[in-house]
């Protein structure tokens, strides 16, 4: 059985809460992602912010980038996954929850994330085949 830590990014990067939105926003250019988890000072994790946050709350609501802390995003229970759990497990978490991008987590704090790319290239083609199918999935909006 595969576990997580086998798979997972290990040098992943974390915007910390008390950081600036235009912070969080020139971490993923730089880093060429579309989100990235959001670390308490203690390593431990808050939750994600991604690249639609920052535009729809932050810039569409009217809030300067600049003044606007990551904490401020970090609402709801992120998804994670422990880094000794199987990565059936994780993909199943990311099915659930439509997420490409899980933080990898061990006695509480985030050592790493695990994502769609890093399953695709290490696990079976029909698995990855079916996580990218429930991922993609498109749910109604409530009205």
Not at 3 to 12: C, G, I, K, L
Not at 61 to 85: C, S
Not at 110 to 127: F, K, L
Request: charged share 30%; net charge negative; hydrophobic share 40%.
């Amino acid at each position: 059985m595969s576990v997580v830590r086998e798979f997972m990014t290990t040098d992943a990067q974390c915007v910390k809460e008390h950081q600036s939105i235009a912070d969080a926003a020139r971490m993923m250019l730089d880093l060429d992602c579309g989100s990235l988890p959001i670390c308490g000072d203690d390593g431990k994790l808050k939750g994600m912010i991604t690249d639609r946050d920052i535009v729809l709350r932050c810039v569409a609501a009217g809030r300067d980038p600049r003044e606007m802390l990551a904490r401020e995003l970090a609402t709801g229970k992120p998804y994670w996954v422990d880094a000794d759990a199987s990565v059936d497990a994780a993909i199943e978490i990311m099915e659930r929850h439509q997420v490409r991008r899980l933080p990898v987590i061990v006695d509480h704090k985030m050592v790493g994330i695990i994502s769609q790319g890093d399953i695709a290239r290490n696990y079976t083609e029909e698995r990855v085949g079916e996580l990218v199918e429930h991922i993609s999935e498109r749910h109604p909006m409530p009205a």
